[in-house]
């Protein structure tokens, strides 16, 4: 519970973006989330010098944000940083185009280093019946194969890749193992492939410390004709602690959306106080 109270605070606290966006930026809008896949490191999210996200914590994903296009600037510190002169990660420039969907991910190299990638997400359509799997390297490991009821579905992944499918809707029994193996590092764990939805699954962790755990994210409304404009939420992670990372977590989704709200509630509430 503990866990998804942060989760919800930290998106509340994605709100105060909207007062730091360019000067220039128009009313169209991109979708902006934000991975934490960084083990044993609490942090603080600055986005052009500002204090965004406060005590990220470790395989918590905030968002998604609606944010006027433009170039944001954003670094990685500590969390009892006083401010962003010292990241731990960047400074790195994102640049959000207006319609477009994003996940901002702080992670491990290859190598175990800390960096930032940019995903775009894919929010085009699929038909009936069908669901996007979208899956991402980003832990301290070599390639990997995605197994999908012991054979390998995807082959050779790299971080920072992805790769996509397009499935059934349905339960898949999915693994990771190093590339050209069986034998699972991550899972077995069932992946729910929902109609209309791209379940994007991130690899994080490092093999070296036996940490690796997998975090979800979700962004639905992508049927032939759906019914809005694709929005998205977070899903939460499995605990990256050693022999229990096969866990994949998918209620906490809702709990954390409405938690969304509630903070951006009284976050707008304090601020409308402050000024009387």
Do not use: C
Not at 69 to 78: D, H, R
Not at 136 to 164: C, F, K, Q, W, Y
Not at 234 to 261: D, R, Y
Request: aromatic share 4%; glycine share 10%.
């Amino acid at each position: 519970m503990r866990k998804t109270i942060t989760v919800g605070i930290a998106a509340g606290a994605l709100v105060a973006l909207a007062g730091i966006a360019p000067a220039n930026a128009a009313t169209d809008v991109a979708q902006l989330s934000v991975l934490h896949g960084v083990p044993g490191l609490t942090v603080d999210v600055y986005v052009n010098d500002a204090l965004t996200l406060d005590n990220f914590e470790p395989g918590d994903i905030a968002g998604p944000l609606e944010l006027p296009a433009g170039t944001y600037t954003v670094a990685i510190t500590a969390s009892d940083a006083a401010d962003a002169s010292s990241p731990a990660i960047g400074p790195v420039d994102l640049p959000l185009e207006a319609g477009k969907n994003y996940t901002a991910a702080a992670h491990l190299d290859a190598a175990g280093a800390p960096t930032a990638t940019l995903f775009t997400n894919d929010i085009s359509t699929v038909g009936a019946g069908e669901g996007r799997l979208t899956v991402r390297h980003v832990a301290a490991a070599p390639a990997v194969d995605v197994l999908a009821g012991g054979t390998a579905v995807i082959t050779n992944l790299s971080n920072p890749d992805e790769s996509m499918l397009t499935l059934p809707a349905g339960t898949v029994s999915a693994s990771v193992a190093a590339t050209g193996t069986t034998d699972p590092v991550i899972g077995p764990a069932d992946v729910n492939v929902a109609e209309g939805t791209n379940t994007i699954v991130y690899a994080w962790g490092s093999l070296t410390d036996s940490n690796l755990a997998l975090a979800v994210q979700t962004i639905d409304g992508l049927h032939s004709n759906p019914d809005g404009v694709p929005a998205g939420s977070a899903g939460l992670v499995a605990t990256n602690q050693p022999g229990n990372s096969s866990g994949l977590w998918f209620g906490g989704a809702a709990i954390a959306l409405v938690l969304m709200i509630s903070a951006a509630a009284v976050y707008g509430t304090r601020r409308a106080e402050a000024r009387q």
